[in-house]
């Protein structure tokens, strides 16, 4: 169902394809505060699924929360009146909270915040599986789909569900190959449901 409210609630293929990289700890940490040193805390705030090249790999959507300031790389902006510019990242350790190369995914799409049930627009997608200079992306060549299944916004925050999936061949750069039997990978089922804060 979507609604809106507002409130003071915060708040070319390979012969062979390599299999996604394994998850990462479960478990959510907290920084020490100190006289001079403000609570950091990463906090989940949703998750995503998808079959990597045959295999199941989840990321967490995340957070740095910092007294009362919030930091991710997970986004979302204004584009008109009724859409909005998405961008989800997902890490594979909760405790992460910036894109670091460490089999991060990044999903980025424009969409409408007045329908559900329907395609996104400008849709890229983007995994680091070995670092950040071993890109592979729909733009690249390569195929990105997103389709929308639920949209809320409140507070300046979306809490969204959808579906995804993509063909994602590496990223060519100056000086840059494809690892041996990485030229491409492919992801399927993907889902996804999160809380993103307007930044």
């Known amino acids: 169902m979507l609604t809106a409210a507002c409130g003071n609630e915060s ?11 394994e998850d990462g700890p479960a478990s959510v940490g907290e920084g020490a505060k100190t006289k001079h040193q403000a609570i950091k805390v990463a906090r989940v705030d949703g998750e995503i699924t998808a079959v990597v090249n045959g295999s199941r790999s989840k990321w967490y959507v995340t957070r740095q929360y910092n007294d009362d300031a919030n930091s991710s790389a997970s986004k979302w902006r ?6 909005a510019g998405v961008t989800i990242v997902g890490h594979k350790a909760p405790t992460t909270t910036t894109v670091s190369g460490a089999g991060e995914i990044v999903l980025d799409f424009a969409m409408s915040i007045m329908r559900e049930d329907a395609p996104a627009e400008e849709v890229r997608i983007d995994y680091f599986p070995m ?6 992306s729909s733009n690249a060549g390569g195929s990105a789909s997103v389709v929308m299944k639920k949209v809320t916004l409140k507070d300046g925050v ?9 063909t994602l061949p590496f990223m060519s750069k100056i000086g840059a190959t494809a690892p041996r039997g990485m030229t491409e990978f492919s992801i399927e089922d993907g889902v996804f449901s999160a809380k993103i804060r307007k930044q």
């Not at 204004?78 to 859409?83: E, L, N």
């Not at 979306?158 to 579906?163: D, H, P, R, T, V």
């Open 78 to 83: 204004d584009r008109t009146a009724t859409s």
């Open 131 to 136: 670092g950040l200079a071993n890109a592979y």
């Open 158 to 166: 979306l809490e969204l569900e959808g579906a995804f999936s993509g």
């Open 11 to 21: 708040g070319a293929g390979a012969s062979s394809k390599p299999k996604a990289p």
